[in-house]
């Protein structure tokens, strides 16, 4: 098992359930649910960013977080206790075709039956259900979608009849009128389905998607040390952390720190998401 984390700071908001005492004495602390909301599940992210905020080298043999994190042990572990609390885990297609031989479970990065333990306490499946973002359809052969499990497709009625011939078993969340609805989609996800927890696990352009619709409660960040860089072209380009969405400077999200913890030279930020009262982003 690793070293404990260093607790740098910690504010806890919450007020739900806890963690139990073998992961709290490696972690530092603790980590109290946020109150899960009537009209969806409660949403939080879990992205490794480089110092200058790029999350994928985008080139093959370097396409996903370990080569952001280095394969670090404390992201590993972390990433394992969110997954552990997430009724369901939410990828977008460009995540899903990258990784195709992850399955997005727990115990994936880190086996410990801690993990394990934790999910039925809180009364939650051995696996998560899979939900996956993409208004096309056009789904890659991935083994997380050949695992007994629920899987959820948030798309356009075009993309539903795609995906429908290759993998009749996804229940499809249609929008209106050619376009995603991620609130209708994920107000069906709690009310119709008993999600109430769910991780975000695609890229920036979900984060970005979840942002701009203020569907995220909280966000864990991992912080490498590491500089990543931007090629200029024709390279293709080194994706941020947040992607194809714009805020104006006058009411940007904000975050509220809840807790800093330290692993060597690596950061792990904990912080709840604040959004203006009025929409807005260019």
């Known amino acids: 098992m690793i070293t404990p984390f260093t607790l740098l700071f910690e504010e806890e908001l919450n007020h739900g359930p806890g963690l139990p005492a073998e992961i709290r004495a490696i972690y530092g602390g603790d980590w109290r649910l946020p109150a899960i909301p009537a009209h969806r599940p409660a949403v939080w992210t879990n992205f490794v960013v480089s110092h200058d905020g790029r999350i994928a080298f985008n080139q093959p043999g370097w396409n996903g977080g370990n080569a952001i994190s ?3 042990c ?42 394990a333990a934790l999910r039925a306490a809180e009364d939650r499946p051995p696996l998560p259900a899979l939900v996956i973002l993409s208004a096309t359809g056009d789904l890659p052969a991935a083994i997380a979608l050949t695992l007994p499990r629920s899987i959820f497709l948030i798309t356009t009625a075009q993309g539903a009849e795609r995906a429908l011939t290759t993998y009749p078993q996804i229940e499809c969340l249609v929008g209106t009128d050619g376009k995603l609805d991620l609130p209708a989609a994920f107000a069906a996800l709690r009310q119709r389905y008993g999600i109430r927890t769910l991780l975000s696990e695609g ?32 390279a293709p380009p080194r994706p941020g952390l947040v992607e194809g969405i714009g805020f104006p400077p006058q009411h940007p999200p904000t975050l509220h720190l809840i807790s800093l913890r330290r692993a060597g030279n690596v950061l792990f930020q904990r912080a709840q998401l604040r959004f203006a009262t009025t929409p807005e982003a260019v």
């Open 203 to 234: 890229g920036g352009r979900t984060y970005g998607t979840l942002l701009a619709t203020h569907l995220i409660d909280e966000v864990f960040l991992t912080i490498s040390p590491i500089i990543v860089g931007n090629p200029p072209p024709p």
């Open 74 to 115: 404390h992201d590993h572990w972390l990433m394992e206790v969110i997954r552990s609390r997430a009724d369901a885990i939410l990828v977008g297609t460009a995540t899903l075709r990258a990784a195709r031989r992850h399955r997005w479970v727990p115990g994936e990065l880190a086996d410990w039956p801690v993990f």
């Open 70 to 72: 280095r394969n670090n």
